[in-house]
């Protein structure tokens, strides 16, 4: 078990308290689902676990289990009707996905990355630098509580519903109490197929697997994507603060003196030039301001680069699992449909929620780009202009997070996705 991190670090100097960004409860929360199968880099923040190795573990276990799920529908293709055939591949690209995002975790890129964002990048670390700062803290931490709350309570109710009605529908059918060999229907949230092991023949121990998955992979899903949440939160926060400092960058100190001069017919407002002093203090500004673009945009690029497949199969998954959903709940009866719309409502939410939170960085970059058109360059020095120039030329490029480098991540790119289903929905549906 880990020890425990401090949660407070005091500042001494400027006799300023800082709060560890682990004692945050939705940090807490992440940590107690991550900390049993070791995905969370602990010894990076100078702690230890016992369960460290289980995140080599993991990906093996996911990817066996994978096979089985796939040997099932190989071995029992021409038995198994056409939902049934859907239900089926809904649990193979969940696991899939699973089996992918386990692998991905066990990288020294992932543990470095969740050291710079809770370390380095946290607005916590910010919070100081203005009340403005300390505005966008206590809203952050607002939304990140609220949305952690209400992702794990949605994944439990979702993963619950999911495993529970096989179990009603097992003991409805007599299956618990059957005697070997007889000819009753066997109902399971997972279907799969192991070496000397019929899941169908072994219908208590089967279910109790399959509770115990479905949990695993419902958890696993949702807290690797509210991470990402999180993460690209802090993008919106730090922004923000950007904003705030180049739209307070202060104008001369004479500049409310309204001096003119009469030239012909025409009046013109003289313009007070800053002063060697000031001067200074905008180069110091623009130079803080620059670091912070710098830093944020090389986060994202981060967040790009490290999760732009896991992105990039959640498009697919959420395409493939939203048109098969649609499938099942088409059956007209009430089993099925209380089964799978909880779940189809879960994957939709989760589509509008990473599109909208992703489209939120994008809308909120552009606003930097005016910021900086809005900076009083004519009052500058010729070296500050210059800076401003450099620092115009690097906000024309929007701050995005995109999907291996391709596709953004974006409300556009959901608007597709929803077509699409539709579209393959309607199609499939004539087929069955």
Known sequence: ???????????????????????????????????????????????????????????????????????????????????????????????????????????????????????????????????????????????????????????????????????????????????????????LSIYFLAPNFDPRDHVISATIFNIYASLCCSFMTMISDLVVYLMVIQIIAHIYGLINDLENIPKPKRFNDRRTFRHEDMIIPLVDMYDAEENAEVLSILGRCIEHHKMIVTFTHEISSFYGPMLAYNYFYQVTSLCVQLIEISRGDMNTFFRYIFFACLVFSELILMSVIFEAVNHTSEKVIQSVYDIPWEYMNTSNRRIVSVLLHRVQSPIKVTAIGMVPVSLGTMTAILKTTFSYFAFLRTLG
């Not at 900390?35 to 093996?60: A, D, M």
């Not at 529908?73 to 021409?78: E, G, I, K, L, R």
């Open 1 to 187: 078990m880990a020890k425990e991190a401090r949660t407070i670090v005091s500042d001494n100097e400027e006799n300023r308290t800082y709060i560890d960004p682990l004692s945050f409860k939705y940090i807490k929360i992440i940590r107690t689902i991550y900390n049993p199968i070791g995905l969370f880099p602990v010894e990076k923040f100078g702690l230890t676990s016992r369960w460290r190795i289980q995140r080599f573990i993991h990906p093996f276990l996911a990817a066996i289990f994978w096979i089985f799920e796939i040997n099932f529908v190989v071995q029992n293709f021409h038995e198994l009707d056409f939902f049934l055939l859907g239900h089926c591949y809904l649990a193979n690209v969940t696991t899939g996905m699973v089996a992918i995002r386990t692998y991905i975790y066990t990288r020294e890129k992932y543990d470095n990355l969740m050291y710079e964002f809770l370390a380095k990048f946290h607005i916590v670390h910010a919070r100081f630098n203005s009340p403005y700062y300390e505005k966008m803290f206590r809203l952050e931490q607002k939304i990140s509580a609220n949305l952690t709350n209400g992702i794990m309570i949605s994944t439990f109710l979702g993963s619950f519903l999911y495993s529970s009605l096989p179990i009603y529908n097992n003991i409805r059918n007599g299956v618990f109490g059957r005697e070997k060999g007889s000819n009753v229907t066997v109902d």
